[in-house]
């Protein structure tokens, strides 16, 4: 909710503070303290803030394996690899080879107790290969991908990135694909700001078939002052449409609310919060869409 609203300093406020309460009652070795370390880690991803994700990740991994909490530092390392991935997702370029090595570090390991984070790994690796896999043969790994059992959650092998920039065309909620996506992680991309960000939101509805493709992509509810054709809503749409499942017995149905928002950060000189001039999508799973009259919590962002 907290990233929706643009508040990511207060959600990560909210976790320290969390942390900082467990460490008092429970031993700092705690596998929940851990947990909640990961959460920490979880909230600066969703801020922007990599490196200090990573960090928070690599720190727990290292002291579990210490410990010996191996399921522990198992997801830690799954965390390092997945946000590695997501980078790459962005820019293969620069971050594809780190990915590459964060994902195979997980999978050599030999534990057993690790065997249900390198599943996922394997997931990740499917992801990252598929970047740079052209379309025949992106269709042919898929083909031969184990087929998912009727009633298993939909397994995602491709989705490209959604990388948006301000268009030529100058209008604040008018965005168009954005021809380097590592811009979206660079401190110099030119501040494109709203005056508002109330009503800046969209649900998208879409249908995954039993060859793993999607079908029906489309804008379900919606917020009063979304742009639905040539902005950034469109583009989350056109992105969401093209991605790739695992075969499955039966087909299913997914729902997904985007949110442009930006976060409120401190201003020098004033006790007023602003937002921050450089806009971000987030992103939550709302389950699926199964009656064309279900509907999900408003989370309107504030102004």
Known sequence: MAAHLGLADSE??????????????????????????????DAYARAGRFIGSEKQ???????????????????????VATLKTRLAEQNYTVFGFAARRAIDALIARREPALQPYQVAGRQLSFLLAAQTTPGPELDRLIKRYPRQPAGAPALLLYAPAIALTASSRGSGNRFAPNSNPAAMFNTEMPPVAMGSYVGQWIDVAFAIGTDGRISDAHISRHGDHVALKGGWAEQVVRSVSVRRYAPQVQPSYGRERYTFTANMVAVTGSRLMARDPTPRLVRAD????????????NLKPAS
């Open 12 to 41: 990560l406020s909210s976790a320290l503070d969390t942390i900082s309460a467990m460490k008092a009652g429970m031993a700092e070795d705690d596998p929940r303290v851990f947990l909640e370390r990961i959460e920490l880690g």
């Open 286 to 297: 709302l389950g699926p869409e199964t009656t064309a009259s279900m509907t999900a919590p």
């Open 57 to 79: 990740y690599a720190g727990i991994a290292r002291r579990a394996h210490k410990l010996g909490l191996i399921e522990i530092e198992g997801l830690a390392l799954l965390r």
